[in-house]
């Protein structure tokens, strides 16, 4: 059998799936533990520095970024065609639908992956773009222990304050936990990890995770707006 | 009582299919599904029309011949239940029911509510067997399995084939049916020699026959008429990748 032949086949593709989505979920958890920085009272040195020393990983970094691209183009490309499958499959509609109930994990965040997977396909590049880019414009620095480096807090409180980008970062990332509450569980079941002992508990796990890593995702930017104003005259402001 | 049925009627396998609803009267609650739709196809030759098909056999959930979706569930509305053995208790009186007949690419209509389900031959032809000489029946202490192992391989048997894991999976796939064959063999000692193709070949079948692919809904397993477990799936996935990278 040929490693073409079983990404072809639909239990390849779940687990190209599974594998992706995990390492994607692990990148969200350190994210998010970087972003918790933010709340540090020390007007951003904190998330400052981290964001230095980020930066002062060189190749590796760029290492880290090609495999991340590496996992979303997998994830999305194997979703595609497991949407494609899909459609294929079930070529004449039913009139009625309805779920029996019971044992079944079919929700709205199970039925509409391929939605809010693309809602955050597009969220990533715009993400990036604010954030990674400063859209375009010179970043504004900082002095920390000497050295000149980008003051990515101001970057971030300058957003913040912003009603229009805080309600579509809150909104997407509401997306997020819809898609986190089924991806947790879902990946795991399609590395063939589940038992009947486990299945609840990790099922329920999926929940929590998802619960929390939006909502961490969601409390930054409601944060900022209400209780951070933004800086004033930052050279080169984020806006 | 009496019900009105919304039921899928198609002349043949190319032909377009529509609903037709008709009033079926003189009912009791004790009465089966399928001895309403008996019931409603005597009114139909009466008149001079032509009757509803169904598939049904054995009458009593052991054989997987009928399957009907009702009401949009797959076996209708009661759980762990085939259409022959849901009674007319389970609806109202004076309701409507809305009858289809399973929707996968797999199973295409023959008539009516009649699909093929050939496909489901064919995976099992594929590897669903053991074809090493075990001989007669051994004595029941030549082969201990142990009774937790035993119980589960009879979980997984208990599959009857019947196809409504597909027409409940909103993605039309067959990996709870693919699922429980490949199980049952994976953990009795007789399906040890040919295991790891044996997964291979039936998924690679069940890839080939159209069916969608699997994204963990557990619909499947809310519609089975025998009340399987995805846990098969989760298995039959690690016996696939066992397989696979066995074979490359």
């Known amino acids: ?239 | 009582m009496k019900v009105n049925v919304k039921v899928w009627r198609q002349e043949n396998k190319d032909a377009q299919g529509r609903f037709e609803t008709y009033e079926v009267v003189n009912l009791i609650p004790e009465m089966s599904f399928l001895e309403m739709l008996d019931t409603l196809n005597e009114q139909l030759l009466k008149r001079g029309e032509r009757p509803v098909e169904f598939d049904s056999d054995c009458r009593e959930g052991i054989c997987g011949t009928c399957g009907l979706v009702i009401d949009g569930m797959a076996h209708g509305p009661k759980r762990a239940c085939t259409t022959c053995e849901l009674r007319m208790r389970n609806f109202n009186d004076g309701s409507t029911i809305t009858v289809e007949p399973f929707r996968a690419q797999g199973f295409p209509v023959l008539r009516d509510l009649v699909v093929d389900r050939s496909a489901f031959d064919r995976i099992i032809s594929a590897g669903g067997y053991v074809s090493v000489n075990s001989g007669s029946a051994p004595d029941a202490n030549a082969i201990p399995i142990p009774k937790d192992i035993a119980e589960r391989a009879m979980d997984s048997a208990a599959c009857i084939g019947c196809g409504a894991c597909v027409a409940a999976c909103p993605n039309a796939s067959a990996s709870l049916f693919v699922g429980a064959k490949i199980t049952q063999f994976s953990l009795l000692p007789q399906g040890q020699a040919e295991r790891h193709k044996r997964a291979v070949r039936m998924i690679e079948t069940m890839d080939n026959e159209g069916f969608g692919n699997c994204s963990n809904h557990a619909e499947c397993e809310a519609a089975c008429p025998k009340n399987i477990s995805i846990d098969n799936i989760a298995r039959m996935r690690r016996e696939y990748m066992k397989g696979s990278l066995k074979a490359v």
Request: aromatic letters at 14%; zero cysteines; charged letters at 10%.
């Open chain 1, 1 to 239: 059998m040929s490693v073409i032949s079983i990404w072809n086949s639909t239990i390849g593709k779940k687990v190209v799936m599974a594998i992706t989505g995990i390492g994607l979920m692990l990148f969200l958890v350190v994210h998010l533990a970087g972003n918790l920085l933010l709340f540090v009272p020390d007007e951003g040195q904190a998330f400052n520095q981290y964001g230095a020393a980020l930066k002062s990983m060189g190749p590796f970094l760029y290492v880290i970024r090609g495999g991340l691209l590496a996992f979303f183009l997998f994830h999305i490309f194997a979703a595609i065609q497991v949407y494609t499958s899909k459609k294929r499959a079930r070529s004449g509609r039913y009139a009625v639908e309805t779920s029996k109930g019971g044992p079944s994990k079919m929700t709205v965040a199970s039925k509409s992956m391929i939605v809010t997977g693309a809602v955050l396909l597009i969220f990533v590049p715009l993400h990036i773009y604010m954030f990674g880019m400063n859209k375009g414009a010179p970043p504004p620095m900082v002095m920390i222990d000497g050295n000149e480096i980008k003051d990515i807090y101001s970057m971030v409180a300058t957003s913040f304050n912003q009603l229009g980008i805080v309600v579509f970062y809150v909104a997407t990332m509401l997306f997020l936990g819809f898609h986190l509450r089924h991806g947790f569980w879902s990946a795991l079941q399609s590395l063939g990890a589940m038992s009947p002992r486990w299945t609840p508990a990790i099922y329920t796990a999926g929940f929590v995770f998802a619960f929390l890593l939006a909502g961490g995702f969601v409390v930054l930017p409601v944060y900022f707006y209400f209780f951070i104003d933004a800086p004033v005259a930052s050279a080169g402001g984020a806006l």
